[in-house]
């Protein structure tokens, strides 16, 4: 199978709803780029938030390794941000390991790697992982997403990632 987007289109963390925001996605909605149209509303690890800086998505790990990745952000990157994987703390099926790049494009169809395995072969379930973007040292591009890579294959899953400016 060829990568894919495989994620909800943006959201902003003032948006989070009562909802879990991972709840109600199908590998349908969200397989071969067709949640590019779903904007996710929710809670995170249960809970209300009260935090208005950052943006989220709803990610659609396929159990497999090939390489997927989320929509382009739709927000402005003017520094330094953090970047949280499984944001929502799930229980896993699987022990899934998971490599995290930040990619860049000019037009929105070339990708490049503007931070190779920024996140590289941590274990994410029942764990929330993060990792810090340097803008100073790794620069910005017109088109940003970022790259999934599962270093073992697991069980598909609907996992919440957070994008936290600085």
């Known amino acids: 199978m060829a990568a894919e987007g495989k994620s909800t289109k943006w959201g902003r963390i003032a948006d989070l709803s009562t909802t879990p925001v ?9 397989d071969a780029g067709a949640g590019a149209n ?52 799930e229980d896993l099926s699987a022990s899934t390991t998971m490599d995290v790049s930040v990619q860049g494009s000019v037009d929105g169809t070339n990708y490049v790697d503007l931070h190779t395995d920024l996140i590289d072969g941590v ?37 919440l990632i957070h994008v936290i400016p600085h």
């Open 38 to 89: 779903i904007i996710p509303g929710g809670t995170i690890n249960g809970q209300g938030t009260i935090g208005t800086m950052g943006h989220f998505c709803v990610f659609r790990h396929d159990g497999g390794t090939e390489a997927d990745w989320t929509e382009p952000f739709d927000f402005p990157i003017n520094g330094d941000f953090t970047i949280a994987i499984n944001s929502s703390g």
């Open 123 to 159: 274990v994410i379930d029942e764990t929330v992982v993060a990792g810090v973007y340097d803008y100073d040292a790794k620069g910005r591009m017109p088109y940003m997403r970022l790259e999934l890579t599962a270093g073992t294959v697991s069980t598909a899953e609907n996992i």
């Open 22 to 30: 991972y709840a109600g996605f199908t590998a349908g909605m969200l």
